[in-house]
């Protein structure tokens, strides 16, 4: 199985700070990657999709980049609604993975 | 709206059975792929099992396989997971979400989770 590694575990921002979450592959998934952000209690909800593909309705300071091995979510300014955990989900073979999440606070 | 209502979790003894269950509204079910992701409390997420729109496809994670099933009933907008010879490594929350197969697989819409322990 595709091993999905993410850093940093945790992190704590301000208020209009730009937040970068990088989430590496153990071999090359392509583009066939996805970042999910769920708040505590709450299902997942689709951000990103194929790398850097922005899911409708999704806020525009949400971004996402890479291909091959190396992937990164960035929020441009981080809003007080952005703290939650961050995963990113590899969806070029089975058994899909997913990263173990990066959880985002709000100084 | 569209909208995924999971049921069927609960309290089971190792070695028992559970079937979840999950209904679908707002979308045309037939249509899509579904899957089902849980997540151990306090712990981070893991794809479960997904099948294809036919029901002729379906993959799993290699820690359930030959233990849990997935099917669906497109007549009642339904998706299962029959889970036989629990463990108490599937405690979990089971999330069943609409699959998206396009140049990528996504799960753009969620149900908001079902319990499943699984202590003697």
């Known amino acids: 199985a595709i091993q999905m590694t993410q850093s940093p575990s945790s992190l704590s921002a301000s208020v209009g700070d730009r937040v970068t979450i990088a989430c590496r592959a153990s071999?090359?998934?392509?583009?066939?990657l996805g970042w999910y952000q769920q708040k505590p209690g709450k299902a997942p909800k689709l951000l990103i999709y194929?790398?850097?593909s922005l899911q409708s309705g999704v806020p525009s300071r949400f971004s996402g980049s890479g291909s091959g091995t190396d992937f990164t979510l960035t929020i441009s300014s981080l809003q007080p609604e952005d703290s939650a955990t961050y995963y990113c989900?590899?969806?070029?073979?089975?058994?899909?993975?997913f990263g173990p999440g990066t959880k985002v606070q709000i100084k | 709206e569209m909208q995924l209502l999971e049921s069927g979790g609960g309290l089971v003894q190792p070695g028992g059975s559970l079937r979840l269950s999950c209904v679908a509204s707002g979308f045309t079910f037939s249509s899509y792929w579904m899957t089902w992701v849980r997540q151990i409390p306090g712990r981070g997420l893991e794809w479960v099992a997904n099948i294809n729109r036919e029901g002729s496809e379906k993959f799993y994670v290699d820690s359930v396989k030959g233990r849990f099933t997935i099917f669906r009933d497109d007549a009642k907008n339904s998706l299962y997971l029959q889970m036989n010879s629990l463990r108490a490594e599937d405690t979990a929350v089971y999330y069943c979400a609409r699959q998206v197969v396009t140049s990528s697989d996504v799960f753009d819409v969620w149900g908001q989770g079902t319990v499943v322990t699984v202590s003697s």
């Open positions: 071999q090359g998934i392509r583009n066939d």
């Open positions: 194929s790398a850097s």
């Open positions: 989900l590899q969806d070029n073979n089975y058994p899909f993975t």
